[in-house]
């Protein structure tokens, strides 16, 4: 099996462009990360070379319903965008629900702060996860498990 990141994919780089480059990554069982456990649903993969790409800070203070937030996705797999401004509607350890309007490609996206801190990671129309109608999109906050990847996340692994 093969996967890659492509980076810097956005309304001024596109495929085609030099500064939008695709890296492959490593999915070999002792660097690749799964789980499913209390429905966090995430994987956390290797890039196989080195990038020089800048690293998102990671917001790890408290965050609060009425914060104002913003997603930066690929909805329809189309080229990255910057949402408007949205809120946290509300908050649990483990799920946030927010306001920003996104659409199908958009899950795994990183939602930041005001500082352009990552604070949690979006999911989806709640709706869709429990058969309800309803408009509010979910997310899982950074802290929800930041804790059961920390170990993987050294460098020098």
């Known amino acids: ?45 290797r890039l196989q070379n080195p990038t020089s790409q800048v690293i998102l800070p990671l917001n790890l203070q408290e965050i609060n319903t009425g914060d104002n937030i913003r997603i930066i996705h690929h909805p329809n797999g189309d080229l990255a965008t910057v949402s408007t401004l949205g809120k946290i509607e509300e908050l649990s350890h483990d799920l946030l629900l927010h306001s920003l309007t996104t659409d199908q490609g958009s899950s795994g996206a990183p939602i930041f702060n005001e500082n352009w801190e990552v604070i949690a990671i979006h999911r989806g129309n709640i709706g869709i996860m429990a058969a309800q109608t309803t408009e509010k999109m979910t997310a899982i906050p950074i802290n929800s498990f930041l804790d059961k990847i920390a170990s993987n996340l050294d460098s020098n692994r």
């Open 1 to 45: 099996m093969e996967a890659w990141a492509r980076f810097n994919y956005n309304s001024q780089n596109t495929a085609c462009d030099t500064n939008a480059f695709i890296m492959p990554l490593d999915l070999s069982l002792d660097t690749m990360i799964c789980s499913s456990i209390n429905d966090l649903d995430y994987a956390l993969v």
